[in-house]
């Protein structure tokens, strides 16, 4: 299937977006020959500032192919932004589905129309402490065993010099380097006659995320810890030693200690059933501010 048109809406918004970060950020950009010229695909891009997901998505607007974002349904309904988002493609995606597959039907839909739909698997701004990227989200893994398509594993660097995660302004001087590496397609053809299960999707997700976390090593010239961070891992973590802390205090009041480790253990369930769904955390959490 040949290539989408990129449209009024995209170009209107390269017009605004591409002169500022052309003066603001010099590129060091690698691999744009693994992108697909025809047909649909994925990217599976890692993410650690706010400003990464303009200057991935400028990277891909001069491949020719530009990336469809996930993003909160919610924003389509508002005015420019609204029309901004519908003009140029972006995909809705409907958090309040119980059925993790229809919550990324359009994303597929997309991907069979021959489009490119950009994920961003970690889901949000990475928790590493060293920036690598963390676990992903599993609606990556989803879509591409679904569709059968190519997924592009691309790693970026550099954008945190200028705008670190969670900093209040950036620093744009002295001029910082982007720098964007995308990989070969990643080979999932062994999963793909075999029944999507929790399992399968995790074991996808994680060969998709040691794809990108090679491509990230190269463009840092650095090796990953071996371990990957797990945010919710980090967060059963954290629980556990503060209930280790106020274990004394909580010793003489066993109902108010019990009802504190049923409510956890509620919430530990709950955070595994996104972690298994993926959810429209896949994308959601960075394309709320990306999709533009």
């Known amino acids: 299937m040949s290539r989408r048109r990129i449209g009024f809406w995209y170009r209107f918004a390269a017009v605004l977006c591409k002169p500022p970060l052309v003066v603001l950020f010099k590129r060091d950009w690698r691999g744009m020959e693994n992108i697909p010229a025809d047909g649909g695909f994925i990217t599976a891009v890692n993410h650690n500032s706010h400003l990464d997901p303009f200057l991935y998505a400028h990277f ?8 469809r974002f996930l993003a909160k349904h919610g924003l389509f309904k508002k005015g420019f932004v609204g029309a901004a988002m519908r003009g140029t493609g972006q995909i809705p995606v409907y958090r309040e589905s119980t059925n993790a597959l229809s919550a990324f039907r359009a ?16 889901g949000t701004l990475t928790r590493d402490p060293q920036l690598w990227p963390m676990t992903g989200k599993t609606g990556v893994a989803r879509v591409a065993l ?26 744009f001087f002295p001029r910082k380097t982007h720098h964007v590496l995308a990989g070969e397609p990643v080979d999932l053809s062994a999963y793909y006659d075999k029944e999507i299960t929790p399992e399968l999707l995790k074991e996808v997700t994680e060969v998709i995320m040691t794809a990108i976390t090679a491509e990230v090593e190269e463009l840092r010239g650095e090796t990953a810890p071996r371990k990957r961070y797990d945010p919710r891992e980090a967060r059963i973590e954290q629980r556990r030693k503060l209930r280790g802390g106020n274990s004394g205090t909580d010793s003489g009041s066993g109902s108010d200690s019990g009802a504190g480790s049923g409510a956890d253990s509620a919430s530990v369930q709950s955070e595994v059933r996104s972690q298994a769904d993926g959810g429209s955390s896949a994308s959601g959490g960075t394309t709320e501010e990306s999709a533009k």
């Open 107 to 122: 994303a597929i839909d997309a991907v069979e129309r021959g489009e490119c739909v950009a994920f961003y698997p970690e």
């Open 60 to 67: 891909q607007y001069n491949t020719g192919r530009v990336p």
């Open 146 to 171: 679904q569709t059968k398509c190519p997924v592009i594993p691309v790693g970026q660097w550099g954008a945190t010099d200028a705008l670190p995660p969670y900093a209040k302004k950036p620093d």
